[in-house]
């Protein structure tokens, strides 16, 4: 299975879970805002079940990457996307595909927690019913217990979300996202405004969601990276190009011990970036 | 050259304050020295300068009332419009932009002129608290759009990405996430509405008339009470005192106004929005 193309898989050292089926395909995706171009011709397969993570510096254009990838992207006005993404070989940019229901299909946690001005609950209810999903109560207990909130907001449900801390913002976001059952679930730096526990809380989490989703994760948490990831995509600036790029893919074990790129080396050595 | 600035910050906040406290204190003064509250369950006699004002408590009241059942929907509507449509229909959303802003800029008489033949002659609505209530809202229009609007503005962009990112419809987001938003700047826009047509004379003379008997119903004529004011000032001999108390009146409903909506206004932000 693509033997050459991932000389790694032979010494598989992902867990079972993760297949190395392409579930993402992202082919010359480039782009621009305005005249100014972010990144050019990026290709990339993003692996079944598995969680990637995008690592590298600030500006180099990781979110402007991934939300591609759920063509939030077109909600600014400057922005301008070539190439193409296949999700289980379809196009995302397919003029028949329904966008809200891409959306639903690859959902998005952001940097900051963004819960709606809404109660707990109607923050997954809404979602839910525009959806049409049935046995609302019961996918919203479920969601909550998915990210372990359920035991901490069972008897507030009614209260506005914005009473809750910034870790319980962020775990009722992943929950509102995972409750419409994705099959691909992006991540921006979903830890940065967390503190350490929660930051664990949402490690184990996306432990757990390993397998059943396609996660990427953008971090830039090396430690963290390297905790949570099966593969690895190390964004870089390139100053001479004045784009983004990625200098390496791999296994994060390979990333991590074993980088073929001198700029990589130094990043993860902590040298650089 | 600071302590002159503050001086001059002072001086004009002051003067301001004095005119404010002396208008209200002459109006006061003038009034209390004869009010007895009858004044205001009684009918006015003699052409006002006896009795009460009753029916036009009435009759402005319902005047108001017919122009926030207008001014909200619509008002709010041309808001939304305003605000989350216009990268779809810029050209359309640029006309009624420039439209509102001409209404906006037009003398309260010629709405009185206009109202007076849209609503009680071309509608055939006659004078009536229908035609007075319908042109205020066509004249506060403009206002209470413009603070609905600007306060959907301010929404943060997340509420706006948060609903996108998650397949939700515009229908969806407008009501469950837009509206309620927007809704404490209905209130504030809806008082500034109030504001506006408790002071109107001119916009209601040729629509709702100056008939101060009790309103049968909506379709009937009915005076209010700042036309009441002008009337009994400039056409009644011997009705400054009772011009007073009216003016009175007119002055503790829009503190009430006020009052009661920042009431309403804090508990909910305490609850909805804010943290
Ligand atoms: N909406 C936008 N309009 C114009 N430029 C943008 C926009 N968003 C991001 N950029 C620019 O694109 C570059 C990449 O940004 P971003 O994707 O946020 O990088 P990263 O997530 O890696 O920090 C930055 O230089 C940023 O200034
Ligand atoms: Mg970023």
Redesign the interface.
């Known amino acids: 299975m693509n033997q050459n193309k991932y000389p790694w898989v032979k010494e598989l050292g992902c867990k079972p879970c993760c297949e190395l089926k392409p579930k993402i395909k992202i082919k010359n995706l480039s782009l621009s805002y305005g005249k100014r171009q972010i990144f050019e011709d990026i290709n990339l397969e993003i692996n079944t079940g598995c969680v990637t993570g995008i690592i590298g510096p600030s500006a180099c254009g990781k979110s402007s990457f991934i939300s591609c990838l759920?063509r939030?992207i077109e909600?600014v006005?400057s922005a301008k996307v070539s190439g193409d993404v296949l999700i289980d070989g379809k196009s995302i940019f397919d003029s028949r595909l329904d966008?809200?229901?891409?959306?639903?299909k690859v959902?998005?946690v952001?940097q900051?927690p963004?819960p709606?001005?809404?109660s707990i609950e109607?923050n997954i209810i809404?979602?839910l019913k525009?959806?049409k999903f049935d046995h609302i109560s019961e996918r919203v207990e479920k969601a909550l217990r998915d990210v372990g909130l359920w035991n901490e907001v069972k008897n507030i449900l009614k209260e506005?979300a914005?009473?809750l801390s910034g870790g319980q913002k962020q775990r009722l976001c992943m929950a509102?996202?995972i409750a419409?059952g994705p099959e691909i679930i992006l991540m921006d730096e979903p830890c940065s405004s967390l503190d350490p526990i929660s930051t664990d809380v949402v490690e184990k989490l996306i432990h757990d969601l390993k397998g059943k989703y396609t996660i990427i994760i953008i971090t830039h948490n090396l430690a963290q990276a390297r905790r949570v990831c099966d593969f690895v995509a190390t964004f870089w600036y390139d100053g001479e190009k004045e784009i983004g790029q990625i200098i390496e893919f791999g296994r994060c074990i390979d990333i991590f011990e074993n980088p073929k790129n001198k700029i990589v080396q130094d990043y993860v050595g902590g040298l650089k970036g | 050259m600071e302590r002159m600035t503050k001086f001059l910050a002072w001086l004009s906040a002051g003067i301001l304050l004095l005119i404010l406290v002396l208008m209200v204190q002459d109006i006061f003064v003038n009034s209390l020295r004869h009010f007895d509250f009858s004044f205001l369950s009684q009918d006015p006699l003699s052409g006002g300068r006896k009795g009460g004002i009753f029916p036009i408590i009435i009759s402005t009241l319902l005047i108001l009332g017919v122009c926030m059942i207008v001014i909200v929907p619509m008002g709010l509507g041309t808001a939304l419009f305003l605000s989350e449509y216009s990268d779809e229909h810029p050209k359309v959303v640029h006309i009624v932009r420039k439209a509102l802003e001409i209404l906006s800029g037009v003398p309260s008489i010629v709405f009185g002129l206009f109202g007076n033949a849209l609503f009680c002659v071309f509608l055939g609505f006659g004078f009536s608290i229908w035609s007075g209530g319908l042109t205020l809202a066509i004249m506060s229009m403009p206002l209470f759009i413009r603070t609905v609007e600007e306060g959907i503005r301010t929404i943060p962009k997340n509420y706006r990405l948060v609903p996108l990112s998650l397949g939700l419809g515009r229908t969806t987001t407008i009501r469950s996430i837009i509206i309620p938003y927007a809704l404490p700047f209905v209130i504030v826009g809806g008082v500034l509405s109030i504001g506006r047509s408790l002071a109107e004379t001119a916009a209601l003379i040729f629509t709702s008339g100056y008939v101060d008997r009790m309103p049968e119903s909506l379709s009937d004529s009915g005076r209010a009470l700042s036309i009441h004011i002008y009337d009994l000032t400039m056409n009644v001999p011997g009705g400054d005192t009772n011009a007073y108390k009216t003016a009175m009146v007119l002055i503790v409903l829009i503190f009430i106004t006020n009052g009661l909506f920042t009431i309403v206004l804090k508990t909910w932000y305490k609850k909805r929005i804010i943290l």
Do not use: A, D, Q
């Open positions: 759920n939030m909600v006005p966008l809200n229901e891409l959306r639903k959902g998005i952001f900051e963004t709606l001005p809404l109607s809404l979602p525009e959806h506005p914005n009473y509102r996202t419409l």
